[in-house]
């Protein structure tokens, strides 16, 4: 029986600069400020990454407090204990309230470590069962619609298969009926990041012309009354993203109306312990899921797709290539789209192996060791 004792966790920042802005609600974003996480244990390193940004727009978490939370209270009370079944650390963690993004940053190397070290790829660890997922890809906000649909078309002309637009008041219904008119019956879907209110109701009703797969988090981020009173005067079906934070918020959220589709992020989740119960409560609930994304590196990405593998995820999720943000990833190969329009389910045990070493030491700006000692 595998049993992995949790010797050191060295936490590696690096900045990385994107290939081109992504502009959402929250406002444009040039570059990702990442902070890697290898778990050491018994000879086996895993890898986990830490999607929180450099401000609290998205939730309130950001790179300086999940390092802290990190650093002061996860490793005490995970260095030089005993793995015997990767879901064990969330368990060690209950007493910390919150934090969802730093507990799924070490959560996620120890499950990465576990996959090394038995020598079992991640998806099959998760229970996964196909080896190709379908690819979609998020397209921030243009400064014209001609500009938007020049890059719609170069992503469908890679095989993307799924478009989601970020949608913001002023940048909404011009931009995707002009895409829907343009693309014909793509599959299309709206991310508002929380950028509208109960009062833009009537507003929002007039993406129903345009046969979206979902508008997703169009009210506020921890809101779930207001997005129940949203749900039937709008025909397209709703779909949470930051008001879900556990699969018993996904079930509080389905049980008073207040969407039909959730988006699983294991960052945001706390790990992907927490992502395999919700993906299990909705295969049970009939809840169509899809895995989102954070502007990841390989080893996020690689994570979310093999998670993407699992039965549950029947919508196409944030999957995209590599190169879609970064002009050289840190992983070799790097994740690529096929002919078909779907990604290879990693096969590999563990991301250590496919690690780019030399350029990641390259872009390390800090690094810190943390010992059982």
Known sequence: MTSLRIERVDLLQLQLRLRHPFVTSFGPQHERHVVLVRVHADGVDGWGELVAGRNPVYSEETVATALTVIRDHLLVLT?????????QPA??????R?????KAAVEMAVWDAWSAATATPLAALLGGSRTAVPAGVSIGIQDSTSALLDRVEQFLERGY???KLKIAPGSDVTPVAAVRERFGDVALMADANSAYTLDDAEH????DAFELTMIEQPLAHDDIIDHASLAPRVRTPLCLDESVRSADDARRALHIGACRIINCKPGRLGGLSESLALHDWAVDAGVPLWVGGMLETGVGRLHNIALASLPGF?????????????HTDIIEPAVTIAAD???????VA?????????????????????TAS
């Open 314 to 326: 029947t919508l196409p999720g944030d999957t995209s290539a590599s190169d879609r943000y970064w």
């Open 204 to 207: 929002l009703a007039q993406l």
């Open 161 to 163: 298969v799924r478009i």
């Open 79 to 87: 260095l030089g204990r005993r793995v015997d079944d990767p879901r």
């Open 98 to 102: 919150g934090n969802p993004m730093a």
């Open 91 to 96: 368990s060690w963690w209950r007493k910390i």
């Open 350 to 370: 563990g991301v250590d192996a496919v690690l780019d070493h030399e350029r990641l030491q390259s872009l390390v700006t800090h690094r810190a060791s943390f």
């Open 341 to 347: 329009g779907t990604v290879a389910v990693p096969t």
